[in-house]
């Protein structure tokens, strides 16, 4: 006859085997995610290691790789972590900006997804299919040795003795992180006057114009005046949000040519508390051009 203690030891046999049925469901489960994001990887991207030499990268393509090997960090001898694990982060928040570093380099077939990066970078999307996720994939590199190739990388952008072509390029990136610096810092100090965030279409070529003349710093000096002006306008006027958008950018080239005409110099602006510098403005002022955050304070110019 079972006794009570019997009886006990009878449930916490049936607990354990329990958990550990769950335990085998749950493993399962995930060996088939596993399986499916392998197959899904696979028909995506290809995983052929290709013989290159940093000499013929694009000075965008090795700025942009550069640029996630910083940020994400080496898991492995041949990975990568995730752009959204890095600190600093990766690039400011305009969205063209941010999303063309893996871009670029999974068109340039430089590096892939790792299908071993963790689950949720693999998430279903609306309709229930896989996807994947840009800020949470880790990056699998697709030379031969890839440790050995960033490393020859960096040596050849610090040496300044760069191929054909380099020099316009990063010329043309210096304007670009120029212009998305503006627009975020443009965005986040209009929000916190309750204006709405300008429309990317008409202030980036006004910042464009105005970053000829002026560093980003200035630039920035500029853009607070003019949303201040805005907001003053706004609260005395009663106007709609899309006429306010429309006012900031003319009050944005009003006053830069009120500054021109008077012959004033702008005293320019620290960066944000919030919009620390990014990690691709490390590697393009501190490795590519070696003079730190003078690039914020000077304008950009032909390198």
């Known amino acids: 006859m079972a006794t009570a203690r019997d009886s006990d030891v009878l449930t916490r046999l049936s607990r354990e085997h329990s958990k550990a049925r769950r335990e085998e469901i749950k493993l399962a489960a995930s060996r088939r995610r596993r399986q499916a994001i392998a197959d899904y990887c696979a028909a995506q991207w290809d995983y052929s290691v290709r013989d290159i030499s940093p000499k013929q990268l694009s000075a965008r393509a090795a700025f942009s790789l550069l640029c996630i090997v910083r940020n994400g960090g080496w898991i492995t001898p041949t990975t990568v972590g995730a752009l959204d694990d ?7 928040y305009t969205l063209e900006f941010q999303t063309g570093f893996p871009l670029l380099i999974t ?5 892939v997804p790792s299908p071993d990066s963790p689950l949720k970078a693999f998430p279903d999307d609306t309709k229930g299919q896989l996807s994947w996720s840009l800020g949470n994939v880790h990056w699998q590199l697709l030379m031969r040795n890839p440790v050995v190739f960033i490393q020859e990388l960096e040596t050849l952008v610090a040496s300044r003795a760069w191929p054909l072509g380099w020099a316009e390029e990063v010329s043309e990136l210096w304007i670009e992180l120029a212009i998305a610096e503006c627009l975020e810092f443009a965005d986040i100090t209009a929000v916190r006057k309750g204006l709405p965030i300008p ?3 008409d202030m980036a070529p006004l910042l464009k ?3 000829a003349e002026y560093s980003v710093s200035q630039v920035f000096a500029l853009l607070w005046a003019a949303i201040e002006d805005t907001a003053a306008f706004v609260e005395h006027n ?6 306010a958008d429309d006012f900031l950018v003319g009050a944005c080239r009003r006053r830069a040519d009120w500054v021109y005409a008077e012959g004033l110099t702008v005293s320019g602006l620290q960066r944000d508390a919030i919009l620390s510098r990014t990690q691709a403005s490390y590697v393009l002022h501190d490795l590519f051009l070696n003079h730190g955050e003078d690039g914020f304070f000077k304008r ?3 390198v």
């Open 209 to 211: 114009t105005l970053l």
């Open 107 to 111: 068109t340039h077939q430089l590096a």
């Open 238 to 243: 009663y106007i709609s949000m899309k006429r």
């Open 300 to 302: 950009p110019t032909p």
């Open 199 to 201: 429309c990317v279409w």
């Open 86 to 92: 890095g600190h600093p982060r990766i690039a400011p």
